[in-house]
């Protein structure tokens, strides 16, 4: 019996670092900082790629090619209510 709980929980605990290592392998860092960004702040890409946050912006003497805000992972993906026919 105990042998079963030991595989148990190491599969538990492998089945979290999968997890968590695809969740931080999609998200997005500063290039400088390496803080991930906050729902709602702006990021502003600098040389195609490079990603720098609201916080380091002032560091950076260039102007930035495109800034955007951070939206939520589920952006498009929520349910919406749709009006039903008759």
Partial sequence: MARISS??????????RRGLGLLAADR??????????LEGELVHTYDGSRIVCELCRPQ?????L??????????GHTVRLVARAA
């Fill in 28 to 37: 997005h860092r500063c290039s400088d900082c390496g803080r991930t960004p």
């Fill in 60 to 64: 950076c003497s260039k102007q930035p």
């Fill in 66 to 75: 495109s800034s955007e805000i951070v939206r939520h992972s589920e952006l």
């Fill in 7 to 16: 595989d148990v929980e190491q599969l538990e605990r492998l089945l979290l």
